[in-house]
């Protein structure tokens, strides 16, 4: 597990956006990560819920360094949702976020061919993950 992820699962959840805001800002002049949106065969789609940040968001995270943004969503739908990407996930839009900060950048993906052999079991970084109607997307799930 990434050492930041770790030190953050450890602070009062208001800290936790603080701190990390900082250390991106500190290590990089731009934030750039992908999110990706899952559907499923009955029009759903895929949430996570972190352990560090409140809310539930579609599966991503931060692009690293030597790192290809379609290389970034692959990874981050298998840490985050144990889910496999079968066909190139589709780029709809990168989009700047200041709500997070005046420096990021988030690249959203849409999947519609995937494979999972079980769903995500909660971890450090993953509190819970769910299948959501459109319609129906839970309490807390974020605009960004």
């Known amino acids: 597990m990434n050492p930041l992820i770790h030190l953050l699962t450890l602070l009062p959840s208001g800290l936790r956006k603080r701190v990390f805001l900082v250390h991106a800002l500190i290590n ?3 934030t750039l990560g992908v999110r990706v949106v899952v559907c499923d065969d009955q029009d759903r789609v895929m949430l996570v819920r972190h352990t560090y940040v409140e809310g539930w968001h579609f599966p991503g995270g931060a692009v690293e360094r030597n790192e290809t943004l379609l290389e970034a969503a692959h990874k981050e739908l298998l840490e985050e949702c144990n889910i496999e990407a079968l066909n190139r996930p589709q780029h709809f839009y990168t989009y700047r976020n200041p709500t997070t900060s005046r420096f ?9 061919d995937w494979s999972q052999e079980m769903p995500k079991q909660p971890d450090r970084e993953i509190a819970e993950t769910g299948w959501f109607a459109r319609n129906q997307l839970p309490v807390g799930t ?3």
């Open 28 to 30: 990089r002049a731009m």
């Open 104 to 112: 990021d950048h988030v690249a959203l993906y849409v999947c519609r």
């Open 142 to 144: 974020t605009s960004s």
